[in-house]
């Protein structure tokens, strides 16, 4: 017993209980969600609901490709300055990655109304009403989280990352059942969701607001924002490479459904899609992971302390693999049987294309240290690389194996995908490790030369 609490009480225990914070606001989130979702569907019923639905995987797909994941480099050059201990620089940086979100925000808002109006029209395609791509722009224009969230995650607030989105989504509930018993149309639901986003985004950038006045840093508007690019010349390069990063993984994540109806038809994509949402289970809490360890492991780096990020890195791939291969054996014994009870006996078929998900999965949960070792090191372009060369190896085996084996090929190529991530992060983390310490240990005997 005097174990488990020392553990608990420990930096592994308060880790474990963040990371538990994070998965439960996520599986709360998605439960209200639901009710939402049943509302929206029952009133408005296939075509029109489809029609929304498209507009918002649309905007969502957008947003991802085009904004700046500004968290990622503000946790980095934040945890460097905080030796300082200068509020006025820490606001300004913080100010950066504000005008990042706005601008992206604003850009990504343009670009959804563009394509509803011009495009998809000039392309012949169906199911993008102008009138709901409006009203779900200003939605997308204020979601300004990236600088809030890195404040509340860099100040250890988990709770507050994970519980506010309930809120919102509980009023999302709230004003999609009155548009359900009043009967309203497409332009009710769009204008439900558009209100429910826009006060999420609105709560967290007071959240993130009260985060960075409890660490005594100003306002970020309040002070001047003049000469950013002088003062962090490697801030915007880093955002870059990061948003690069994102946008392979939008292409292997997302774009790879598309991909599968195209070459194996609309019934492939269904059982393809739903082995993969089954499978997101493990990954959403490698996700979780990573954002409870990325501000730690960035301190770490900062403050020197090698043994302890390396401690830490090994720690968590440890718990991590653990976790994967404990999904991986429940699915093997239980998923026919739970695709048999849930979906339908017409889905058992889809059980190989969940195995192969799963197994890809264990691989991803435990890359996730490894790329925010080397994001904490400010090695982001080494990411980037290693994404770019197994997205293209993804592709590689995913085409011919959609054309030759159907779906199970693309699920074959998240394997390949997750095995070659997860060995080139670790190579690259582990030698930029001991490069850098090698390159301290060097300098401290030249130091004790002199």
């Given at each position: 017993?005097?174990?488990?609490?020392?553990?608990?009480?420990?930096?592994?225990?308060?880790?474990?209980?963040?990371?538990?914070?994070?998965?439960?606001?996520?599986?709360?989130?998605?439960?209200?969600?639901?009710?939402?979702?049943?509302?929206a569907?029952?009133?408005?019923?296939?075509?029109?609901?489809?029609?929304?639905?498209?507009?918002?995987?649309?905007?969502?797909?957008?947003?991802?490709?085009?904004?700046?994941?500004?968290?990622?480099?503000?946790?980095?050059?934040?945890?460097d300055?905080?030796?300082?201990?200068d509020?006025?620089?820490?606001?300004?940086?913080?100010?950066?990655?504000?005008?990042?979100?706005?601008?992206?925000?604003?850009?990504?808002?343009?670009?959804?109304?563009?394509i509803?109006?011009?495009?998809?029209?000039?392309?012949?395609?169906?199911?993008?009403?102008?009138?709901?791509?409006?009203?779900?722009?200003?939605?997308?224009?204020?979601?300004?989280?990236?600088?809030?969230?890195?404040?509340?995650?860099?100040?250890?607030?988990?709770?507050?990352?994970?519980?506010?989105?309930?809120?919102?989504?509980?009023?999302?509930?709230?004003?999609?059942?009155?548009?359900?018993?009043?009967?309203?149309?497409i332009?009710?639901?769009?204008?439900?969701?558009?209100?429910?986003?826009?006060?999420?985004?609105?709560?967290?950038?007071?959240?993130?607001?009260?985060?960075?006045?409890?660490?005594?840093?100003?306002?970020?508007?309040?002070?001047?924002?003049?000469?950013?690019?002088?003062?962090?010349?490697?801030?915007?390069?880093?955002?870059?490479?990061t948003?690069?990063?994102?946008?392979?993984r939008?292409?292997?994540?997302?774009?790879?459904?598309?991909?599968?109806?195209?070459?194996?038809?609309?019934?492939?994509?269904?059982?393809?899609?739903?082995?993969?949402?089954?499978?997101?289970?493990g990954?959403?809490?490698?996700?979780?992971?990573?954002?409870?360890?990325?501000?730690?492991?960035?301190?770490?780096?900062?403050?020197?302390?090698?043994?302890?990020?390396?401690?830490?890195?090994?720690?968590?791939?440890?718990?991590?693999?653990?976790?994967?291969?404990?999904?991986?054996?429940?699915?093997?014994?239980?998923?026919?049987?739970?695709?048999?009870?849930?979906?339908?006996?017409?889905?058992?078929?889809?059980?190989?294309?969940l195995?192969?998900?799963?197994?890809?999965?264990?691989?991803?949960?435990?890359?996730?240290?490894?790329?925010?070792?080397?994001?904490?090191?400010?090695?982001?372009r080494?990411?980037?690389?290693?994404?770019?060369?197994?997205?293209?190896?993804?592709?590689?085996?995913?085409?011919?194996?959609?054309?030759?084996?159907?779906?199970i090929?693309a699920?074959?190529?998240?394997?390949?995908?997750?095995?070659?991530?997860?060995?080139?992060?670790?190579?690259?983390?582990?030698?930029?490790?001991?490069?850098?310490?090698?390159?301290?240990?060097?300098?401290?005997?030249q130091?004790?030369?002199?």
């Amino acid at each position: 017993m005097r174990t488990i609490a020392s553990v608990l009480n420990g930096p592994m225990g308060r880790r474990l209980i963040n990371i538990g914070h994070m998965l439960t606001g996520n599986f709360l989130n998605a439960a209200v969600m639901l009710v939402s979702v049943a509302c929206a569907a029952r009133a408005l019923g296939p075509e029109q609901w489809g029609a929304m639905v498209l507009v918002i995987a649309l905007a969502n797909t957008i947003e991802r490709l085009i904004r700046f994941e500004s968290w990622q480099p503000l946790i980095k050059f934040a945890a460097d300055e905080e030796g300082s201990g200068d509020p006025v620089r820490m606001a300004r940086l913080y100010g950066y990655g504000l005008l990042l979100d706005i601008c992206t925000a604003a850009a990504s808002a343009l670009v959804l109304i563009v394509i509803a109006a011009f495009i998809a029209p000039a392309l012949g395609m169906k199911g993008l009403p102008l009138s709901v791509a409006a009203i779900y722009s200003i939605a997308m224009l204020c979601r300004i989280v990236g600088a809030p969230s890195a404040a509340l995650r860099l100040d250890g607030k988990f709770k507050a990352v994970a519980y506010s989105q309930i809120l919102s989504n509980i009023l999302r509930g709230i004003l999609a059942a009155i548009c359900l018993w009043a009967g309203s149309g497409i332009i009710g639901f769009t204008i439900a969701w558009t209100v429910a986003e826009v006060a999420n985004s609105l709560l967290f950038l007071w959240l993130g607001h009260l985060s960075l006045k409890g660490q005594g840093v100003p306002f970020p508007f309040s002070v001047s924002l003049k000469g950013l690019r002088q003062d962090f010349p490697d801030f915007l390069s880093f955002a870059w490479t990061t948003n690069l990063s994102t946008t392979l993984r939008t292409l292997t994540h997302q774009a790879d459904e598309l991909l599968v109806g195209a070459l194996a038809g609309q019934g492939a994509a269904g059982m393809y899609n739903l082995a993969k949402r089954v499978g997101k289970f493990g990954q959403q809490i490698g996700v979780q992971v990573q954002t409870v360890l990325y501000p730690e492991l960035a301190r770490m780096w900062g403050g020197t302390k090698r043994n302890a990020f390396r401690t830490t890195i090994f720690s968590t791939q440890l718990l991590l693999s653990g976790t994967g291969i404990c999904i991986v054996i429940l699915t093997w014994f239980l998923g026919e049987w739970a695709l048999r009870i849930g979906p339908g006996a017409q889905y058992v078929p889809a059980f190989p294309l969940l195995m192969t998900q799963v197994i890809a999965v264990l691989f991803i949960m435990h890359s996730i240290p490894a790329k925010s070792a080397l994001l904490s090191m400010g090695e982001p372009r080494r990411v980037l690389h290693i994404f770019a060369l197994s997205t293209l190896l993804f592709y590689l085996v995913a085409v011919p194996g959609l054309l030759y084996f159907g779906p199970i090929g693309a699920s074959v190529a998240h394997i390949v995908l997750a095995v070659v991530t997860a060995v080139l992060l670790d190579l690259a983390w582990i030698h930029q490790s001991r490069a850098s310490g090698s390159a301290s240990l060097s300098g401290s005997e030249q130091v004790a030369a002199e």
